[in-house]
């Protein structure tokens, strides 16, 4: 029996964590679960999975007797009795608990993109230090450590994450300057929760992938790639020095990666295998960098490091929201993370506190910049 403590049990990755564990109750248990505010959400997933503890950090909830309620500030007892520490938190506030993961000593599995994005050194030091299994669940990183034979540390040449493009692939910048929030939800093949399609959409996203496979697989940016892939199947390749290239395919449907990440290298049965004749062909394009800023804005800000790629974030979660509310456009969104960059000199990473500090500044400096540019 596995036992998850799952942070983030309401998102998207959280709820379908909560699907393979319904699924397979014989090898999965939740020992804790938190959420950041849906407490009536939180409430009924502890009255079904009756963990020891839960945690909701601003809302309220009751939890049903037997399942102790722990106070914010108590973040670190969630890991206690846990196998597998899942990471499914979305935002900056995920950083923090992958890093009480690491500090208990738990495998890690996860699917929270700021904890290396933001925090990489201070993860990744953690990690090396503590001896910690740290598991990505995203599905392109899912993909090259399944290609990689399950080694974080094995030798390839080149790492090439596939995008599926997003929505506005083929847009022109003038069209670009005209879309919604309603456009830009329309993702063509995942289903995620509202922040991360529009990072799909801006292409930011793929970026952030870009830095995670850096501090993932111990590689410079040099060594790491990007294609347009439309259908969304192969969901990434490895090459190797002899030129061999190897790809992992398959639906996309992120309840495989999230079970492998709990199983690995034990693989568990899947409905649907894919059908390659129904799928015809695959399409490969050039990743267009050029027309979506946010791409290389999130590079530069990995390869520089330090305190910047909290910056990158801080800006990047107050103009995606703004986006999301309909105040700023979705060239501005580009717009208003470039500016915060410019504002903030760079200073190494040092702990939770300086990046949060870094983090509430940037935000406050990008609310700024929305409020006085925005519609
Ligand atoms: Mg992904």
């Known amino acids: 029996m596995i036992r998850i403590a799952l942070i983030g049990c309401t998102g998207s990755i959280g709820r379908q964590t909560a699907d393979i564990v319904r699924r397979y109750p014989e090898k999965f248990s939740f020992s804790a679960l938190a959420c950041g505010r849906d407490g009536a959400a939180l409430e009924a997933l502890c009255a079904e999975f009756m963990p020891a503890a839960a945690l909701c950090g601003e809302g309220s909830f009751t ?101 599926s493009g997003g929505p506005f692939y083929r847009f022109t910048q003038a069209e670009l300057a005209r879309v919604t929030a309603a456009d830009a939800l329309r993702h063509p093949t995942w289903n995620m929760g509202a922040k991360i399609t529009i990072d799909s959409a801006t292409l930011l ?41 190897l790809a992992q395919l398959g639906y996309p449907d992120m309840r495989v990666p999230i079970q492998l990440a709990l199983t690995y290298p034990e693989r568990l049965p899947c409905e649907k295998p894919l059908d390659l004749p129904a799928l015809g062909k695959l399409t490969f394009l050039p990743f267009p960098a050029e027309r979506f800023p946010c791409f290389s804005l ?78």
């Open 63 to 163: 939890p049903p007797a037997g399942v102790t309620k722990l106070a914010k500030g108590e973040e670190a007892r969630l890991f206690e009795d846990c196998d597998v520490a899942f990471i499914a938190a979305g935002g900056f506030a995920g950083l923090r608990y992958t890093l009480l993961a690491a500090e208990a000593g738990k495998k890690i599995a996860l699917a929270n993109k700021e904890s290396l994005v933001c925090g990489g050194e201070l993860v990744m030091r953690a990690v090396r230090e503590r001896g910690i299994d740290l598991v990505p669940v995203d599905s392109e990183h899912s993909a090259l450590f399944q290609c990689l034979a399950f080694r974080r540390d094995a030798a390839f040449s080149r790492l090439v994450l596939t995008a």
């Open 205 to 245: 996203n793929k970026g952030y992938e870009v830095i995670e496979a850096k501090w993932l697989y111990e590689t410079e940016f040099d060594k790491i790639g990007a294609v347009v892939h439309p259908e969304s199947i192969v969901h990434s390749l490895v090459y190797f020095e002899d030129g061999a290239a």
């Open 298 to 375: 999130a590079v530069e800000a990995g390869r520089a490091g330090g305190t910047l790629p909290t910056v990158l974030n801080a800006a990047a979660e107050e103009a995606v929201h703004a986006f999301l509310g309909g105040r700023i456009t979705f060239p501005m969104i580009a717009e208003t993370i470039g500016c915060a960059l410019g504002a903030f000199p760079r200073a190494e990473a040092e702990s939770y506190p300086q990046l949060a500090e870094t983090d509430a500044a940037a935000r406050r400096f990008a609310a700024q910049y929305i409020s006085s540019h925005g519609k």
